[in-house]
Antibody
Framework: EVQLVESGGGLVQPGGSLRLSCAAS????????MSWVRQAPGKGLEWVSA????????YYADSVKGRFTISRDNSKNTLYLQMNSLRAEDTAVYYC??????????????WGQGTLVTVSS | EIVLTQSPGTLSLSPGERATLSCRAS???????LAWYQQKPGQAPRLLIY???SRATGIPDRFSGSGSGTDFTLTISRLEPEDFAVYYC??????????FGGGTKVEIK
């Protein structure tokens, strides 16, 4: 059974940093691209960042480029999102999601349950 | 960036009725690379449809997708109580800039 468990969310002040993790199990982690998708309270879905199965290619939404860094450790079956220079508008539930191929150019097959990030003073 | 516009914003229907949800793209979505997701309150989204018309594993056949180019439709043939939720379309034809529509809420009338 595919499982994705996010962690690392919490309350952080504007300008601060957080590192999110997504522990994966139930599938061959390195064979699939992964993404982070966020959802602000009461709002729709916004794709944030993606990484290929090998980790060799990464992609970012304009809204987070230069502030967020996606990475993965295929030996630990874990996806990460390092978030720096956080802003109030980054407040959201952050989901990790699996693409259906090693390329980060497809739809999302499975989603984790999400972790809440709140940026506030 | 391809912008997806979903309509209507809210659809008020009764169980057993047919639901028709629209997703319109600002430019043509190549190879019908469009997906639909269902999200219930407090839950993560769930994949329903990919490639505009292919049902994901375990999705009941009352859900169907159609369309091409810039106009896509999700149809729920007979609404079950568990189908009342928010539905999002997503394009992946203009990768890696993956974009979602704003969502359509299907509520009980």
């Amino acid at each position: 059974e595919v499982q994705l468990v996010e962690s690392g969310g919490g309350l952080v002040q504007p300008g601060g940093s957080l590192r999110l993790s997504c522990a994966a199990s139930g599938f061959t982690f390195s064979s699939y691209a992964m993404s982070w998708v966020r959802q602000a309270p009461g709002k729709g879905l916004e794709w944030v960042s993606a990484i290929s199965g090998s980790g060799g290619s990464t992609y970012y939404a304009d809204s987070v480029k230069g502030r967020f860094t996606i990475s993965r450790d295929n030996s630990k079956n874990t996806l990460y999102l390092q978030m720096n220079s956080l802003r109030a508008e980054d407040t959201a539930v952050y989901y990790c999601a699996i693409h259906d191929s090693p390329m980060a150019t497809t739809f999302f097959d499975y989603w984790g349950q999400g972790t809440l990030v709140t940026v506030s003073s | 960036e391809i912008v997806l516009t979903q309509s209507p914003g809210t659809l008020s229907l009764s169980p057993g009725e047919r639901a028709t949800l629209s997703c319109r793209a600002s430019q043509s979505v190549s190879s019908s690379y469009l997906a639909w997701y269902q999200q219930k309150p407090g839950q993560a989204p769930r994949l329903l449809i990919y490639g505009a018309s292919s049902r994901a594993t375990g999705i009941p056949d009352r859900f169907s997708g159609s369309g091409s180019g810039t106009d896509f439709t999700l149809t729920i043939s007979r609404l079950e109580p568990e189908d009342f939720a928010v539905y999002y379309c997503q394009q992946y034809g203009s990768s890696p800039r993956l974009t979602f529509g704003g969502g359509t809420k299907v509520e009980i009338k």
